[in-house]
C-alpha cells in the first residue's frame, strides 16, 4: 500500500482528499493528512478507513519528519511561506512533492540537487497556476505543429462568485485564503504588450478599466498578475510581442478595491493596536477628518466621489465607516482587512463560487490571421466543495497518480507544461466537468 502524505486540509483541500479516498481502494493507497486542527481534518475525511487524521505543530522537524520518511509521496497545500521546509525535508529523505504554489527563488536554489537525487517536484499543480499552464500549452504546441506563429497571448483566470450568490455590492465572495486576497498585486505586475515592457505599480493596478467578453457572462474586468515575463522562456514563446496573465474578477470589485488600497487599508507593513479602536478611525487613518461632515461624506471626499455612490455603499458594506471597535489586539492593516473579508464576504452554506479561465491567442498560419478563445467555467457545489477547491485540488490528485502508479517518468523541479502530464491530466479533468470550449475569430 502507498502512503500519500498530505499537509493542510484547508478551503482548497476539499475535492483533492475526496479524489484521493475514492482512488484509495482500486489504487492501493493510504492517505495521512496532516494539520494543526483536528476537528477540520476529520470533517474533510469522514470515518474512512483509508485516512488517519493526524494533528502537529508544522514547524516542529521532529513529528514533520517522521511522517515524512514514512511517505511514498508528499503534497503540499499549506501557506506558501512553509513550502521551503517540506520541500528541504522532501529533499533529504527523497520524496516526491507536488504543491499548487508558485516555484519560488527559495525552491529555484534547490534545482540542482533535486535533479540529481532523481526526484520529481512538480509545482504550480492547481488552477492559476496549473490548469492555466496545461491547458494553454496544450493550445501552444497544437498551434505550432500546424505551422502556426504566434504573436499575441493573453490568458485571464478568476475565482468568482457564481451568479446566482452574487448577492453583494463588492460582487465577490471568499472560496479560498482570505490573505492572499488581501495581498494580491501587492508586488504590481509586468507584461509585455506589442514589444514593449509594461510596469504597474500596484497603486494604479486595479485603477483599470480592462475588460475582456466571456461567453454567458458578459464583461468580466481583468488587472495583470505578478511578472507574466517569468513565463515567456516556459512557453517557448520568447520573441512573442505580446505576453500577458490577468486576474479577473466582476468590475464593481475592482473598483471598490482600489478604494481601498487608496486608503492604505491593504498594508502589511506594520502593525497597530487595534483595541478600542473604531473601524471608521482605522479606515480615514490617511484622511484628513472634517468633523462637520459626517463618515461617509469624509471618505468620499478623499476619494473623490459622492458620498451616495456605489463605492461608498460597498465601504459601508464592510462595516468599516462605522463607530465598531476593532478589538483584535495586534494588527496590520492587511490583518485587520482579512479579518474584514472573512466577516463580511464569506461564502454562506448554500452559496456557489465560479471559476472563470480564457486564453485568447493571435497566431498567423498561411499568411491568415486568426484568433483563437478558449475558455473555462467550473462553478461549485456549495461553501465546502467549491469550484476552487475542485480546480486546485484535482490536479494535484491526478498527477498523484500518475506519480504513484509509475506512468510518468520525469524528474527535477517543474511546473507541468509537458505533453506527458497536461494530455492525461487535462483528460481527467473532463470527467468532472473541467472542460474547454474554444472558437476562432
Known sequence: MKNILLFGAGKSATSLIDYLLANAPRQKWHITVVDNDLMLIKSKIGKSYYATPTAIDIKDPSTRQLLIQEADLVISLLPPVLHII????????????????????????????????????????????????????????????????????????????????????????ISWNSRNIVLAGVSGATYKEKGKVKEVVYQQLFDQSKTVQVPGLGKLAYYPNRDSLNYIDAYSLRNIPTFMRATLRYPDFCEGWNALVKLGLTDDSKKQHTDNLPFFKWAAQHVKVDKQLSNEENIAQFLGVSSKSKLI?????????????????????????????????????????????????????????????????????????????????????????????????????????????????????????????????
Open 313 to 441: 455603499r460597498q465601504l459601508k458594506y464592510l462595516g468599516i465607516l462605522n463607530g465598531d471597535m476593532i478589538n483584535l489586539g495586534e494588527q496590520t492593516n492587511a490583518g485587520i482587512l482579512q479579518h474584514v473579508l472573512d466577516t463580511r464576504l464569506k461564502m454562506e452554506p448554500t452559496d456557489k463560487d465560479m471559476i472563470v479561465m480564457l486564453h485568447e491567442i493571435e497566431f498567423e498560419r498561411r499568411n491568415m490571421a486568426t484568433k483563437l478563445h478558449s475558455y473555462m467555467i467550473v462553478q461549485g457545489e456549495d461553501n465546502l466543495r467549491t469550484a476552487m477547491a475542485k480546480t486546485v485540488g484535482l490536479p494535484l490528485g491526478i498527477m498523484a497518480k500518475l506519480v504513484l502508479s509509475g506512468s510518468l517518468q520525469l524528474t527535477g523541479l517543474h511546473i507541468p507544461v509537458m505533453p506527458e502530464v497536461y494530455n492525461p491530466v487535462l483528460r481527467e479533468l473532463e470527467e468532472y466537468d473541467i472542460r474547454f470550449e474554444e472558437s476562432f475569430e
Open 86 to 173: 517540506i520541500a528541504k525535508d522532501c529533499l533529504h529523505y527523497s520524496k516526491n512533492l507536488l504543491t499548487a504554489s508558485y516555484i519560488d527563488p527559495e525552491i529555484r536554489k534547490l534545482q540542482k540537487d533535486i535533479q540529481k537525487a532523481g526526484l520529481l517536484f512538480m509545482y504550480e499543480m492547481g488552477l492559476d497556476p496549473g490548469i492555466d499552464h496545461m491547458s494553454a500549452m496544450k493550445l501552444i504546441h497544437s498551434i505550432e505543429k500546424k505551422g502556426g506563429q504566434i504573436f499575441a497571448f493573453k490568458s485571464y483566470c478568476g475565482g468568482l462568485v457564481s451568479p446566482e450568490s452574487n448577492d453583494n455590492p463588492w460582487q465577490y465572495k
